[in-house]
């Protein structure tokens, strides 16, 4: 059994913010960084919902997401890999708006967006131990044209493979001109407690009742997203 805690929708904390405008309608990650900060407190869904709402609070989001994902970007395209630019091919730096997007069109693809995960996991594990967690375990993977409840399992497999309790963790997809993060928690009763930015938070009695739901959540609202993934374990 699955079951809702609270709905959220991030479009509203962004909607009329100057500080998180320039992000368009997505700071999953930030959002979903500062669920796992919130639950390692142990704080409910007031406190979160209390955390996003004034503009200097948004402020923390705005450089969480700038950290996390735009110097990544940055990082990548001002390190290429290789001097010369007909090699780097396979990763899209920006989409027709401008947007920061990433594909694994091919295999160079695949390697930037290996060097883009590393960079990532490094300034993620820096913004763990600056908010009292520290990262346990990461694992990254590539549907590799799998059916979907095949990626699915491998995916949820990798983010309780680590069993003991309690766990925090970051969901991250990534279809061919996008990507949205999502957080979970695995608590001392063996209870899932899982958090999509655009939809809320979600809590179901354990793994067995979470993979069917989840892999219809993903299928339903994200079946574009099935080419590359992430999981980050903190506690």
């Given amino acids: 059994m699955v079951w809702q ?21 997505g700071v999953c990650l930030a959002l979903s960084m500062k669920w796992c900060v919130r639950r390692k407190a142990k704080q409910n869904s007031l406190a979160f919902n209390q955390s996003v709402m004034r503009e200097d609070q948004k402020v923390e989001i705005a450089n969480w997401m700038t950290s996390t994902q735009d110097r990544v970007i940055e990082d990548l395209m001002n390190h290429p890999g290789h001097p010369n630019p007909l090699l780097n091919t396979g990763y899209k730096y920006k989409d027709d708006d401008g947007d920061p997007i990433s594909t694994v069109d091919s295999v160079r693809g695949q390697i930037n967006n290996m060097r883009a995960y590393a960079n990532r996991l490094e300034k993620m594990s820096q913004w763990a131990r600056s908010n009292g967690m520290v990262l346990l375990d990461d694992k990254v993977g590539f549907s590799n044209n799998l059916l979907p409840p095949q990626w699915v399992s491998q995916l949820i497999d990798a983010a309780f493979r680590l069993s003991t309790p309690p766990l925090l ?14 957080a979970y928690e695995l608590t001392q009763s063996g209870h899932i407690s899982f958090f999509d930015p655009n939809f809320g938070e979600f809590r179901s009695n354990g793994k067995d009742d979470f993979l069917p739901w989840f892999l219809n959540h993903l299928i339903q609202n994200y079946p574009e997203l099935d080419q590359h993934w992430w999981v980050v374990q903190f506690r």
Wanted: avoid cysteine; charge should be negative.
């Fill in 5 to 25: 805690l609270f709905q959220y929708d991030q479009a509203n904390t962004i909607a009329n913010s100057a500080v998180l405008a320039g992000f368009g309608d």
């Fill in 169 to 182: 963790g970051i969901i991250a997809l990534t279809g061919p001109d996008d990507g949205h993060a999502l």
